[in-house]
């Protein structure tokens, strides 16, 4: 089912959108119970204390799992030398260099929201590498280059308060080891 907006159609109201830093994006598949396991890389990523900004994770009861998530550009070496690992090298694997997220804050839960932007994205031939979402957030990940055009021909489909800009995360706080 395709929405058209005509002309006379109103934006939706959102509360804000924000974006990443540069990230680097991981997919993973497990297709078979011989595999390794997606969830014992995620636990070795947490003893190594890499950050995951963005998650989407699903385990089956068939051995089947599928996962996607987000690291920081300076921490995907780490995350690369796990996967390197031989017990993980047996498992389907796509790496994207260079992704943003966009997280838009919807107002008043617009049912219409999530259909307008993936229809935004794919009018301007915009990838869409992962997402998710909640009640109170929609996280996209596309090429960090296209985060400023996104939100740029965004402005059409929705309505940011009044002297809103998206919100670009200027720092990152990294936990120094005792």
Do not use: W
Request: charge should be neutral; aromatic fraction near 8%; proline fraction near 4%.
């Amino acid at each position: 089912m395709e929405i058209v907006l005509s002309k006379e159609s109103p934006k939706i109201s959102i509360g804000g959108i924000k974006f990443s830093e540069k990230l680097t994006h991981i997919s993973l598949v497990k297709d078979t119970a011989e595999d390794s396991s997606i969830d014992d890389l995620l636990r070795l990523l947490a003893k190594r204390r890499i950050n995951i900004p963005f998650l989407c994770h699903s385990s089956t009861l068939y051995a089947s799992q599928r996962s996607c998530f987000c690291v920081s550009c300076e921490n995907f070496p780490g995350v690369l030398s796990l996967l390197n690992f031989s017990s993980f090298s047996n498992l389907n694997i796509k790496v994207v260099p260079a992704v943003g997220t966009i997280t838009l804050f919807p107002h008043k839960n617009s049912f219409q929201l999530l259909g307008q932007i993936i229809q935004t994205f794919g009018k301007f031939n915009i990838p869409i590498y992962s997402m998710s979402s909640s009640i109170s957030a929609i996280a996209l990940n596309t090429d960090f280059t296209s985060l400023d055009m996104v939100a740029e021909n965004l402005q059409g489909v929705t309505s940011l308060p009044e002297n809103h800009a998206p919100f670009r995360q200027e720092f990152c706080l990294k936990e120094l080891h005792r």
